[in-house]
């Protein structure tokens, strides 16, 4: 039968995919930095020659075997590049490969540091793939051919990176001084600050802790975050204080014994600097010399889990905690808010930090507050004193201090707590043979520069711009007179104003130009064209206004403005030399309304200075006189019209038909009403807002006084103002 019917074959083919699936990878990523040890995830960012690969099986069937069917399956294989984090990194340990865990070799994987000028990869070199064909500097990454069984993407992968600072550590986790370094001072992968701003003995001692204490961290920052909320995190799991303190930051661990740990020993340094008394204590508010608070039970608590990640589970998250048993006992149990510390990886030290955080809140809850004077100045956060209160009962009681706060009165406030150990001598003796130390507020201030005095543009005001000769100029009063003779106050400036010199030749279509303000701590700054344009940034030379959009520094109080647009405020371009005058246009200058009568008059200033206090307010007649003419304006109006009120209507919102610029210098009002018996006179102008003046009128009836009315009875007024627009 056989040889009548033959045998025959069937072809079975399973689908074969065409294209890599790719499950992972995201361009603008923050690419990771890893800190001592810890688990990351990959990000693809290359890859190429994704093949399919054919395997036929073949299987008699039939009667004696004379058929057979061929099975065609596919599995895949793709050349991929993965990105792990900044380099260098010192090794791959653990490899995830979904819920199994294999090395490097098992997958095929070639690990890249991530030294900066790295050489790209040879394998892709070879194949002669030019646009594959990149470095990477400074970027650790694993690259290799994967084999990826049936399916057409990456297993999900997770990578064991032992990172940066490792050697400051165990060679497995960093020591958090190191981290704190990186994160202020890096200029890749940190803020980038000078290594000067670090107090260096401050930075050794903490260091010194965290190993006695073995309190080592391995952080991973793989998103964009503010460095002082990891700082904080990090003092807050290592108990210490950190301040800044004459223009570097310092660090003063919390421990009050000896810490001897395997690989460092901890002592702190408990002499006190000063033994404090009633002698040198300021009165508080309530007339204490020392006051204390007790944090309420309810906020102090007796139980405290931390978060992290537990390495010897492969970096799952897990909890561990820490009990005071004896206050559980008499209170019941009172948790804190649970910490997240994803940067610790080890029980034992994730236990060690609960036990610190919950000594300190149950322990530490007692706070002392005094005030002390500025020969207490050199004391700082961390810094250790006694005090001595007989009213309290302290004696010599240790404490450590934890806030400093200068006050507005010279004195200084600080918050302190108590520590455990027996008073020592005192490192400085407190001095009563010497009067306290004091602030002389009444030093003589210096001298009031010569003051450039202007015509505002488009008002009828003057403005005045002053400055001092040195630092102990605090600003100075203004007073005016007409004759010279008597002077009347007109207010007070209070900072200094922005003028000074040109330092080049400006020709008429000149476009920058070099100046220096007298006063050298201010300065000008530059800014957009469209704010120039809007003359944001007015400036009066000569007769000319103009506007500039560039200020650039070329020394000490000196700029270039350049950018400048020139006749300003219908004023006409001119030409000015090296040591002109120039001023700025803002709110330092103080500026003084003046009426059309006053046009073409010469005013008198004196310009008395005082100190950096507000006070020694130097004596008028030994100021010398300023004196300026205010320029007669040719942009006068006169409006004259009539206007109808009915009765009772409240004068409250006369209109001009156009606005004037301030209260018109003249202003006539003539007044009929329909009751002959009451007539109006002294009528003033108040309150002026652009179109809108109110109007006050005497009414005056036969046989009685004079008072004041806004009632106005039924009344056509005439009107001539005359005045600015």
């Known amino acids: 039968m056989g040889g009548i019917f033959g045998g025959h074959t069937t072809h079975i083919e399973h689908e074969r995919l065409g294209a890599f699936s790719i499950n992972n990878s995201t361009y603008g990523l923050t690419v990771p930095v890893v800190c001592g040890t810890n ?79 790295q050489s790209p990869w040879a394998y892709t070199q070879g194949q002669g793939l030019t646009d594959h064909v990149l470095p990477y500097s400074g970027l650790a990454y694993v690259a290799g051919k994967v084999d990826l069984g049936t399916s057409a993407s990456l297993p999900q992968l997770g990578f064991e990176v032992t990172g940066l600072l490792t050697e400051t550590g165990d060679g497995v986790d960093a020591n958090p001084a190191d981290i704190v370094k990186l994160i202020l001072c890096d200029k890749n992968n940190g803020i980038g600050l000078d290594e000067s701003c670090i107090d260096a003995e401050s930075l050794e001692n903490f260091r010194t802790y965290c190993k006695a204490c073995d309190l080592l961290i391995s952080p991973t920052f793989t998103d964009q975050t503010k460095a002082v909320d990891t700082l904080k995190e990090i003092f807050e799991a290592t108990n210490t204080i950190y301040f800044w303190s004459q223009n570097k930051l310092k660090f003063v661990p919390r421990a009050d014994s000896q810490i001897i740990g395997k690989k460092a020993t901890y002592t702190p340094d408990l002499t006190p600097l000063y033994d404090l008394t009633a002698d040198d204590f300021i009165e508080l508010d309530d007339g204490a010399l020392i006051t204390f608070e007790r944090a309420n039970r309810s906020e102090t608590y007796n139980h405290q889990e931390v978060k992290f990640l537990n ?193 080049t030749d400006l020709s008429v279509n000149g476009n920058s130009v070099d100046v220096e303000l007298f006063d050298k701590s201010l300065q000008l700054l530059s800014v957009s064209e469209q704010a120039a344009q809007n003359n944001a940034a007015p400036v009066k030379i000569g007769n000319e206004w103009l506007s500039y959009q560039t200020a650039e520094l070329i020394g000490t109080g000196q700029y270039r403005l350049s950018n400048l647009l020139r006749s300003i405020y219908d004023t006409a371009p001119q030409s000015h030399g090296t040591g002109d005058l120039f001023v700025r246009y803002d709110t330092a200058n103080f500026y003084y309304n003046y009426t059309k009568a006053d046009e073409g008059k010469t005013i008198y200033l004196k310009l008395p200075a005082k100190n950096v206090f507000g006070k020694a307010v130097q004596d008028l007649a030994e100021c010398s006189v300023y004196q300026f003419t205010v320029p007669v304006s040719t942009d006068t109006a006169v409006e004259t019209g009539t206007r109808e009120y009915t009765a009772q209507e409240e004068w409250q919102s006369f209109d001009f038909n156009m606005p004037f610029v301030s209260v018109p210098y003249l202003f006539v009002i003539n007044c009929q009403t329909t009751n002959g018996a009451v007539y109006y006179r002294n009528l003033t102008a108040t309150g002026f807002e652009a179109k809108v003046i109110n109007i006050k009128a005497a009414q005056v009836q036969e046989g009685q006084e004079e008072q004041e009315s806004t009632d106005i009875m039924a009344a056509t007024i005439t009107y001539t103002a005359q005045g600015v627009r």
């Open 311 to 503: 390495r010897v589970n492969e970096y799952n998250e897990e909890l561990a905690e820490f009990k005071i048993q004896t206050d559980i006992n008499r209170r019941g149990l009172k948790s804190a808010s649970q910490k997240d510390y994803s940067f610790i990886c080890t029980k034992e030290r994730a236990q060690y930090v609960a036990q610190i955080l919950t000594q300190e809140s149950l322990l530490g809850r007692t706070t002392y507050k005094f005030s002390l004077d500025w020969s207490f100045c050199l004391l700082e956060p961390g810094d250790i004193v006694t005090l001595t209160d007989k009213y309290l009962g302290l004696d010599k009681m240790l404490v450590r201090i934890e806030s400093v706060e200068e006050q507005d009165d010279y004195t200084i406030n600080f918050t302190a707590k108590q520590i455990t150990g027996a008073a020592t001598a005192a490192k400085y003796e407190t001095n009563y043979s010497y009067t306290r130390p004091s602030i002389n507020t009444n030093t003589a201030p210096s001298a009031t520069h010569a003051p450039f005095i202007y015509k505002m543009p488009e008002s009828q005001a003057v403005g005045i711009a002053v400055c001092g000769d040195d630092t102990n100029w605090g600003g100075c009063d203004v007073w005016i007179s007409l004759d010279n003779l008597s002077y009347e106050y007109l207010g007070s400036i209070n900072a200094p104003s922005r003028y000074g010199r040109l330092l």
């Open 39 to 117: 688990r990351i995830s990959s990000n693809i960012i290359d890859y190429y020659n994704f093949n399919a690969i054919a395997h036929t099986t073949t299987q008699k069937t039939g009667k004696g075997g004379g058929s057979k069917v061929e099975t065609t399956s596919y599995t895949y294989e793709v050349v991929v590049c993965l990105g792990l984090c900044e380099g260098v990194v010192k090794d791959i340990g653990k490899v995830w490969k979904n819920d199994n865990i294999v090395t490097l070799g098992d997958l095929n994987l070639t690990l890249f540091t991530g030294q900066i000028g």
